[in-house]
């Protein structure tokens, strides 16, 4: 057992710790504010710097290409009013789909042509190979009455519109914050709160036409607008559009009729055309992520070095 007597113990100044207690009480601050280092004075001069100089120039950047993709797209119904994107009626895009084979495309084995509204599928042409059919091609054309939406573009369309409502409130906040000159750590938290959202908005937008939905060939032969190809389709074959990139696919699926037949494989054929504008659209989503996530790093590795 240890004993300490007094003489042991670290002398400690009763008077200045006394001193700041009642300072602290008097001008009811933090401790810390009364503690700070010069280093941690520093961290702070750079974490305020960093917001006042970067936080517009970030948002400038990134809502100009989110505004650009607004237009491209005929977004104005979606977009945030205070990115000035004018509604405006979507023009009809003819894409001819065609095989690709070794580089090159081909037309020989299938071929089609989707005519797109704004994310509206308004006509579908489909020619492929068919033994069962009148000279050896099934030719149809659907006109659907119901509504075709392409379901990965109009996910984009919608999360392009929620990241510009993001970023138009960051905007607003970092305004008044700058006319404020309040660039302090709770303001960089906001800051970097709005604008990692605003991010994981245009990364969903990204997925959404990155990344096609898996459908069962259940699903394929009861989806409504497939139904409506004059003439109908073979009985064998079932048909998909999708997104993935800046790519429009059509796969023809060649299903066994005969449920108790050995052979039960699937055979599908894949025709493709590029949406135009669409990678440049692409390119500046990229360039934006990169943009938003490299300032989000800066405001999260200063953040951490201050107390």
Avoid at 51 to 59: E, K, N, P, S
Avoid at 151 to 168: D, V
Wanted: one cysteine or more; aromatic letters at 8%.
């Amino acid at each position: 057992v240890i004993i300490y007597v007094m003489s042991d113990l670290p002398s400690v100044n009763i008077v200045a710790a006394s001193e700041v207690s009642e300072k602290t009480k008097k001008d009811d601050v933090d401790i810390y504010q009364l503690l700070r280092t010069p280093a941690d004075l520093n961290q702070e001069k750079e974490y305020a710097w960093l917001q006042q100089v970067r936080t517009m120039q970030v948002l400038e950047r990134v809502m100009s290409s989110v505004r650009a993709v607004g237009r491209q797209l005929f977004l104005g119904n979606k977009m945030d009013p205070r990115f000035g994107v004018q509604q405006e009626e979507a023009k009809t895009l003819r894409l001819e789909l065609l095989q690709l084979i070794d580089g090159k495309h081909v037309n020989d084995k299938m071929k089609a042509v989707v005519s797109l509204l704004a994310d509206n599928v308004i006509q579908f042409e489909i020619t492929f190979k068919h033994s069962k059919s009148p000279g050896g091609f099934y030719r149809g054309v659907a006109q659907p009455q119901v509504q075709w939406k392409l379901a990965q573009l109009q996910e984009f369309g919608n999360y392009i519109g929620r990241a510009s409502f993001l970023l138009a409130e960051c905007n607003e906040r970092a305004k008044i914050i700058f006319n404020n000159k309040k660039w302090d750590k709770a303001a960089g938290v906001l800051i970097h709160q709005s604008l990692l959202e605003a991010r994981n908005a245009l990364v969903s937008a990204n997925l959404a036409v990155q990344i096609p939905r898996k459908r069962g060939l259940k699903e394929l032969y009861n989806f409504v607008p497939t139904k409506k190809f004059n003439p109908p389709l073979p009985g064998d074959k079932a048909v998909s559009v999708y997104m993935s990139g800046p790519r429009v696919f059509c796969a023809v699926y060649t299903v066994p009729l005969d449920k108790n037949a050995k052979d039960q494989t699937i055979q599908s054929v894949l025709i493709e055309a590029i949406v135009p504008g669409m990678p440049q659209i692409l390119a500046r989503l990229t360039s934006s992520l990169r943009t938003l996530q490299e300032f989000l790093n800066e405001l999260e590795a200063l953040k951490s070095r201050i107390p």
